[in-house]
């Protein structure tokens, strides 16, 4: 079961400001599989980095953490499946148009269908049943309804694949979105002191999330299942 959060701030943070709360996901959450940071640069592109490696492992950490932005999404795996602990199955996915970084934590019931549709046009590169997600929701975009409910492109994208399922959304603009599907492993939303989060619980429904991993957490709160937390900065996202 991966691990997985959103972040956004109205002031411009470093990603290496997330790195004790990557650790104890980590840690805590069993991962170690592989991870990945998506973030918003100062031109409004999308930029991202992945690694098969732990990311304890990873020697890009020190480089990555002097990167600065106001809103970031950040995935750490531990997947179903071992056998997909690759390059192409490395999360966050990046629309290759730009238009979106996206992640998921949990497992599809009906994705294959549309793995077999996908794969027979040359899309599918990896193993894994998020990237079949991920072609869902390029292809979903034009069009896609965003909000906190039950209309949200998220949700429609749980409906489509079923199963247990949270979703993670970084958009150009600065804006993230996660939704909560799966009950196995519920979404919070609590503040770091400047940084407002929505994040996994460590695939433990007591709430451990806080006692091991983010103590000094503020503002905690549990996203309704079927419902999509939005974050979005008051400030342009110019860094």
């Given amino acids: 079961m991966c691990e997985q959060f959103v972040v956004n701030a109205e002031e411009p943070f470093r990603l290496g400001d997330l790195w004790a709360l990557a650790e ?9 599989f592989g991870w990945g940071v998506a973030w918003v640069d100062r031109e409004g592109r999308i930029g ?8 304890r492992d990873d ?6 953490g002097a990167v600065k932005t106001r809103a970031a999404l950040m995935h750490l795996r531990r997947p179903s499946k071992l056998s997909t602990v690759t390059t192409a199955d490395t999360q966050p996915f990046e629309d290759p148009k730009g238009r979106f970084a996206f992640g998921h934590n949990g497992d599809f019931r009906t994705y294959r269908p549309w793995r077999e549709r996908y794969l027979a046009a040359g899309r599918i590169a990896g193993r ?3 990237e079949v997600a991920q072609r869902w929701l390029e292809d979903r975009w ?12 998220l949700a429609e994208l749980h409906r489509t694949f079923g199963g247990e399922a949270n979703l ?4 150009p603009d600065g804006v993230v979105r996660h939704y909560a599907g799966n009950t196995e492993n519920p979404l919070f939303t609590f503040r770091l002191d ?9 695939y433990s429904i007591d709430r451990s999330l806080f006692r091991f991993v983010a103590p000094t957490a503020k503002e905690r709160h549990v996203v309704p299942a079927g419902f999509t937390a939005v974050l979005a900065s008051q400030r342009p996202v110019q860094v």
């Fill in 24 to 32: 104890g996901l980590e840690r805590y959450g069993i991962a170690g």
């Fill in 142 to 153: 034009p069009g896609a309804k965003f909000g906190d409910g039950n209309g949200d492109v």
């Fill in 128 to 130: 894994a049943d998020s």
């Fill in 168 to 171: 993670a959304l970084l958009t």
């Fill in 59 to 64: 020697p890009s950490r020190s480089e990555l």
């Fill in 194 to 202: 400047r940084l407002k989060v929505v994040s996994t619980g460590l």
């Fill in 48 to 55: 991202s980095h992945r690694d098969v490696r732990a990311f």
